[in-house]
Protein backbone atom coordinates (compact mmCIF):
# COMPACT_ATOMS: atom_id res chain seq x y z
CA UNK A 1 0.00 0.00 0.00
CA UNK A 2 1.75 3.07 -1.04
CA UNK A 3 2.31 5.63 1.71
CA UNK A 4 1.27 9.17 2.43
CA UNK A 5 3.08 11.39 -0.55
CA UNK A 6 3.38 15.21 -0.09
CA UNK A 7 4.38 17.27 -3.59
CA UNK A 8 6.62 19.48 -4.49
CA UNK A 9 9.27 17.96 -1.76
CA UNK A 10 11.38 21.81 -1.89
CA UNK A 11 9.84 25.21 -2.93
CA UNK A 12 11.50 28.66 -2.50
CA UNK A 13 9.68 31.49 -2.53
CA UNK A 14 9.57 35.37 -2.33
CA UNK A 15 8.10 37.21 0.65
CA UNK A 16 4.91 38.53 -0.41
CA UNK A 17 4.10 35.33 -2.58
CA UNK A 18 1.81 32.66 -2.24
CA UNK A 19 2.34 28.74 -2.00
CA UNK A 20 0.03 25.74 -2.61
CA UNK A 21 1.23 22.56 -1.00
CA UNK A 22 -0.61 19.28 -1.72
CA UNK A 23 -0.86 15.64 0.09
CA UNK A 24 -2.26 12.75 -0.61
CA UNK A 25 -3.39 10.06 1.72
CA UNK A 26 -3.09 6.83 2.10
CA UNK A 27 -5.88 4.90 0.24
CA UNK A 28 -8.79 4.54 2.59
CA UNK A 29 -7.75 7.49 4.67
CA UNK A 30 -10.04 9.87 4.75
CA UNK A 31 -8.20 12.58 7.86
CA UNK A 32 -5.51 14.50 6.53
CA UNK A 33 -3.90 16.81 9.35
CA UNK A 34 -1.09 19.28 8.51
CA UNK A 35 1.54 20.45 10.38
CA UNK A 36 4.38 22.83 10.54
CA UNK A 37 7.57 21.82 11.49
CA UNK A 38 10.68 24.64 12.60
CA UNK A 39 13.38 24.39 14.44
CA UNK A 40 12.26 26.83 17.39
CA UNK A 41 8.78 26.10 17.24
CA UNK A 42 9.10 22.55 16.97
CA UNK A 43 5.59 20.96 15.33
CA UNK A 44 2.35 22.64 15.50
CA UNK A 45 -0.79 21.83 13.86
CA UNK A 46 -2.17 23.39 11.86
CA UNK A 47 -5.61 22.14 10.29
CA UNK A 48 -7.67 18.61 10.03
CA UNK A 49 -9.59 17.72 7.43
CA UNK A 50 -12.28 15.20 7.57
CA UNK A 51 -14.67 14.46 4.51
CA UNK A 52 -14.21 17.68 2.89
CA UNK A 53 -14.78 19.45 6.10
CA UNK A 54 -12.11 21.24 8.52
CA UNK A 55 -13.16 19.35 11.54
CA UNK A 56 -10.07 21.48 13.78
CA UNK A 57 -7.88 24.09 13.37
CA UNK A 58 -4.53 25.03 15.27
CA UNK A 59 -3.08 28.55 15.95
CA UNK A 60 -2.36 30.11 12.63
CA UNK A 61 -3.44 32.86 10.97
CA UNK A 62 -5.90 33.38 8.57
CA UNK A 63 -3.09 33.42 5.65
CA UNK A 64 -2.83 29.40 6.33
CA UNK A 65 -5.75 28.24 4.51
CA UNK A 66 -6.65 24.46 3.35
CA UNK A 67 -9.18 22.30 1.39
CA UNK A 68 -9.70 18.72 0.87
CA UNK A 69 -11.17 17.14 -1.73
CA UNK A 70 -13.50 14.09 -2.44
CA UNK A 71 -10.96 11.83 -3.64
CA UNK A 72 -9.07 12.63 0.52
CA UNK A 73 -6.40 14.80 -1.05
CA UNK A 74 -5.47 17.58 0.54
CA UNK A 75 -3.82 21.22 -0.20
CA UNK A 76 -2.63 23.49 1.82
CA UNK A 77 -1.88 27.42 0.58
CA UNK A 78 -0.21 30.53 2.66
CA UNK A 79 -0.71 33.48 0.98
CA UNK A 80 1.62 36.74 1.54
CA UNK A 81 4.75 34.57 2.54
CA UNK A 82 6.38 36.00 5.29
CA UNK A 83 10.36 34.92 6.01
CA UNK A 84 8.90 32.72 8.94
CA UNK A 85 6.85 30.58 7.21
CA UNK A 86 9.95 28.65 6.03
CA UNK A 87 9.62 25.73 7.71
CA UNK A 88 8.88 21.74 6.81
CA UNK A 89 5.13 21.54 6.37
CA UNK A 90 4.34 17.63 7.21
CA UNK A 91 0.85 16.47 6.21
CA UNK A 92 -0.61 12.89 8.26
CA UNK A 93 -3.29 11.06 7.28
CA UNK A 94 -5.17 8.34 9.65
CA UNK A 95 -7.94 6.01 9.54
CA UNK A 96 -9.56 4.13 12.65
CA UNK A 97 -9.44 0.47 12.28
CA UNK A 98 -11.14 -2.01 14.71
CA UNK A 99 -11.11 0.20 17.19
CA UNK A 100 -6.71 1.37 16.61
CA UNK A 101 -6.11 4.88 15.51
CA UNK A 102 -3.36 4.58 12.54
CA UNK A 103 -1.88 7.96 11.47
CA UNK A 104 1.00 8.24 9.30
CA UNK A 105 3.38 11.04 8.20
CA UNK A 106 4.62 11.76 4.37
CA UNK A 107 8.02 13.24 3.82
CA UNK A 108 7.11 16.67 3.94
CA UNK A 109 7.31 19.64 1.62
CA UNK A 110 10.14 22.08 2.68
CA UNK A 111 9.68 25.68 2.38
CA UNK A 112 12.35 28.31 1.96
CA UNK A 113 11.04 32.06 2.23
CA UNK A 114 13.47 34.19 1.01
CA UNK B 1 -5.42 21.90 26.46
CA UNK B 2 -2.62 19.43 26.31
CA UNK B 3 0.50 19.67 27.16
CA UNK B 4 3.65 17.11 26.10
CA UNK B 5 6.82 17.61 27.94
CA UNK B 6 10.18 16.32 26.72
CA UNK B 7 12.90 17.80 29.15
CA UNK B 8 15.65 15.74 27.46
CA UNK B 9 16.96 17.93 24.46
CA UNK B 10 19.80 15.34 23.91
CA UNK B 11 21.08 11.78 24.92
CA UNK B 12 23.62 9.40 23.52
CA UNK B 13 23.47 5.42 24.01
CA UNK B 14 26.49 3.04 22.84
CA UNK B 15 25.81 0.82 20.28
CA UNK B 16 23.74 -2.68 21.72
CA UNK B 17 22.99 -0.60 24.95
CA UNK B 18 19.55 0.20 26.26
CA UNK B 19 18.44 3.70 25.91
CA UNK B 20 15.72 5.44 27.73
CA UNK B 21 13.88 8.55 26.59
CA UNK B 22 11.38 10.50 28.77
CA UNK B 23 8.09 12.37 28.07
CA UNK B 24 5.38 13.56 30.37
CA UNK B 25 2.10 14.90 29.99
CA UNK B 26 -0.66 17.21 31.27
CA UNK B 27 -4.22 16.50 30.47
CA UNK B 28 -7.43 16.04 31.86
CA UNK B 29 -9.11 13.34 29.86
CA UNK B 30 -8.89 10.38 30.85
CA UNK B 31 -9.12 8.11 27.30
CA UNK B 32 -5.97 9.43 25.17
CA UNK B 33 -3.37 7.91 22.97
CA UNK B 34 0.33 8.26 23.10
CA UNK B 35 2.80 8.15 20.47
CA UNK B 36 6.35 8.03 19.88
CA UNK B 37 7.70 9.05 16.77
CA UNK B 38 11.06 8.58 14.77
CA UNK B 39 12.32 11.11 12.71
CA UNK B 40 15.58 11.13 11.15
CA UNK B 41 17.70 12.86 9.49
CA UNK B 42 15.32 12.39 5.84
CA UNK B 43 12.80 14.10 7.65
CA UNK B 44 10.61 11.06 7.72
CA UNK B 45 8.19 10.89 10.55
CA UNK B 46 8.22 7.13 11.25
CA UNK B 47 5.22 5.77 13.93
CA UNK B 48 7.78 3.57 16.55
CA UNK B 49 4.98 3.03 19.01
CA UNK B 50 1.49 3.71 20.31
CA UNK B 51 -0.32 2.85 23.50
CA UNK B 52 -4.00 3.56 24.30
CA UNK B 53 -4.27 5.18 27.67
CA UNK B 54 -7.01 2.40 28.71
CA UNK B 55 -4.80 -0.41 28.36
CA UNK B 56 -2.64 -1.30 31.13
CA UNK B 57 -0.29 -2.92 29.55
CA UNK B 58 2.49 -1.49 28.19
CA UNK B 59 3.01 -1.56 24.32
CA UNK B 60 5.64 -3.26 23.08
CA UNK B 61 7.36 -3.38 19.51
CA UNK B 62 10.30 -5.72 19.11
CA UNK B 63 12.96 -3.69 20.53
CA UNK B 64 11.11 -0.83 21.86
CA UNK B 65 8.71 -0.68 25.18
CA UNK B 66 7.15 1.85 26.83
CA UNK B 67 6.63 2.18 30.68
CA UNK B 68 2.86 3.90 30.62
CA UNK B 69 2.14 5.49 34.11
CA UNK B 70 -1.06 6.93 33.77
CA UNK B 71 -1.65 8.28 37.33
CA UNK B 72 2.06 9.89 36.77
CA UNK B 73 1.38 11.34 33.23
CA UNK B 74 4.95 9.13 32.12
CA UNK B 75 5.29 7.40 29.09
CA UNK B 76 8.87 6.99 28.46
CA UNK B 77 10.35 4.96 25.75
CA UNK B 78 13.10 2.26 26.33
CA UNK B 79 14.95 0.80 22.96
CA UNK B 80 17.19 -2.35 23.66
CA UNK B 81 20.21 -3.41 21.72
CA UNK B 82 20.63 0.20 20.63
CA UNK B 83 21.54 0.20 16.59
CA UNK B 84 23.21 3.09 14.87
CA UNK B 85 20.04 3.06 12.73
CA UNK B 86 18.12 4.58 15.67
CA UNK B 87 19.74 7.63 15.76
CA UNK B 88 17.27 10.23 15.03
CA UNK B 89 15.10 12.80 16.70
CA UNK B 90 11.91 11.10 18.60
CA UNK B 91 9.35 12.98 19.57
CA UNK B 92 6.49 12.04 22.19
CA UNK B 93 3.23 12.62 21.14
CA UNK B 94 -0.89 12.76 22.42
CA UNK B 95 -3.77 12.73 20.94
CA UNK B 96 -7.55 12.60 22.08
CA UNK B 97 -10.00 9.84 22.08
CA UNK B 98 -12.62 8.73 21.17
CA UNK B 99 -12.16 7.87 17.39
CA UNK B 100 -14.22 10.15 15.23
CA UNK B 101 -13.22 13.38 17.08
CA UNK B 102 -10.64 15.43 15.90
CA UNK B 103 -6.93 13.76 14.90
CA UNK B 104 -4.94 16.48 16.15
CA UNK B 105 -1.75 15.81 17.67
CA UNK B 106 0.38 17.64 20.19
CA UNK B 107 4.16 17.02 20.03
CA UNK B 108 7.07 17.31 22.79
CA UNK B 109 9.57 19.35 21.63
CA UNK B 110 11.76 16.13 21.07
CA UNK B 111 14.74 14.88 22.06
CA UNK B 112 17.92 13.76 19.92
CA UNK B 113 19.27 10.15 20.41
CA UNK B 114 22.87 9.65 19.24
CA UNK B 115 23.86 6.18 18.76
CA UNK B 116 27.94 5.88 19.21
CA UNK B 117 29.57 2.63 17.78
Known amino acids: KAGVTQTPRYLIKTRGQQVTLSCSPI?????VSWYQQTPGQGLQFLFEYFSETQRNKGNFPGRFSGRQFSNSRSEMNVSTLELGDSALYLC?????????????FGPGTRLTVT | AQTVTQSQPEMSVQEAETVTLSCTYDTSESDYYLFWYKQPPSRQMILVIR??????QNATENRFSVNFQKAAKSFSLKISDSQLGDAAMYFCAYRSAPSGANSKLTFGKGITLSVRP
Open chain 2, 51 to 56: QEAYKQ
Open chain 1, 92 to 104: ASSLVREGVYEQY
Open chain 1, 27 to 31: SGHRS
